[in-house]
């Protein structure tokens, strides 16, 4: 197998095992996973660490987000892609919690690579994008920037999911639209200052 070869598969053993395990996973676990001798890992990665901010970045790849999120009809009124959005991406952060504190213990508190920092940082923006372009067509209807709604609302998905209040009466997607856009939707008979 080629040394690419050998890093992906290693990658894709060691998410399910990151789910599971968190930052514990040891080199045995994974290689096991794998089907490989355990030294088989340091031949293609310089260190334990190395593969799990590797597979971390691989399992938080925004892609399949961005897609759902440009999958949502622009044509529909606001409050149902708002909803629409709120679940994709309380799902998501859900679907991802262990992670996401492992890329936030590993890449931004412990080994601060700058290229992984940069590249963690552009899949955020590159998300607040996506979720901000849900609420473009209705920009001149908001008290704030399409930018402004997608970063209070990825903030709401946020503390619903990671926040004190999340468990076990975790806000619907229902809830958080008509949280923000009662608080950021005009009301037809105001004017905008």
Do not use: W
């Amino acid at each position: 197998m080629a040394p690419e070869e050998r890093r992906a598969a290693l990658i894709e053993a060691t998410i399910p095992l990151l789910h599971e395990h968190g930052l514990e996973v040891s080199t045995r676990q994974i290689a096991s996973a794998a089907g490989v001798a355990e030294g088989t890992i340091f031949g293609v990665f310089e260190s334990k660490s190395q593969l799990v901010v590797c597979s971390v970045i691989k399992a938080l790849d925004p892609q399949p987000d961005l897609d759902a999120l440009a999958a949502i009809d622009r044509a529909a009124p606001l409050r149902e892609r708002v909803i629409a959005a709120a679940e994709l991406v309380h799902r998501r952060f859900l679907e991802r919690a262990h992670l996401m504190h492992a890329a936030r213990k590993l890449i931004m508190v412990g080994e601060q690579d700058p290229e992984t920092v940069a590249r963690m940082a552009a899949n955020r923006a590159r998300i607040g994008a996506a979720v901000a372009d849900v609420f473009a067509p209705d920009a001149a209807r908001l008290r704030v920037t399409p930018d402004r709604a997608a970063h209070l609302l990825l903030m709401f998905c946020g503390a619903n999911t990671f926040g004190p209040y999340g468990e076990p009466d975790s806000f619907s997607g229902a809830d958080l639209a008509s949280l923000l856009l009662d608080g950021i939707h005009l009301d037809e008979t105001e004017q905008k200052c």
